[in-house]
């Protein structure tokens, strides 16, 4: 988004941004640096002074963003990037959301990892139940285990 946004954007830099140096006596400053700024790029603020040479290494948006490996012709990458990290959240928190709060923890649990151990502690438990179901027809509480009669 930043790249849209600062693209061709033309940089002022302030006094202390700027380099200040003297050219080789008999050059103005604009000839001294000529190939320089061919090369590396950059903005003299006086080139006809033979003193006290003015320089701005950026000119535009895009030579300060290029120092971070942001470009103005990877946009559209990136946006697209964006929106896939943006639908990404929504998809984990749709699913942390269901997971918790929805779907019922325990039977899910059960469901993976069900194991030899299950299915035995699970055969346990449904003939402490059938003991049960007997104790209550004749006439017992379930907890009392003297089958309904004195003792």
Request: charged letters at 15%; hydrophobic letters at 35%.
């Amino acid at each position: 988004m930043v790249s849209t946004m600062l693209h061709d954007r033309p940089v002022v830099c302030s006094s202390s941004e700027v380099s200040v140096f003297d050219p080789p006596s008999g050059q103005t400053c604009g000839a001294y640096l000529a190939n320089y700024i061919a090369t590396a790029g950059g903005d003299i603020q006086n080139p006809g002074a033979t003193s006290s040479c003015q320089y701005c290494a950026l000119t535009n948006g895009d030579q300060f963003l290029s120092g971070s490996s942001i470009y103005y012709s990877q946009r559209w990458r990136n946006f697209g990037l964006m929106f896939a990290f943006i639908g990404f959240n929504i998809f984990l928190a749709v699913l942390t959301y269901w997971l918790f709060r929805v779907a019922n923890l325990s039977s899910l649990t059960a469901k993976l990892h069900k194991t030899k151990k299950g299915a035995k502690t699970k055969g346990a438990a449904d003939k402490a139940g059938e003991g049960a179901d007997d104790a209550a027809k004749q006439g017992a509480h379930p907890g009392d285990r003297s089958g309904g009669k004195d003792a």
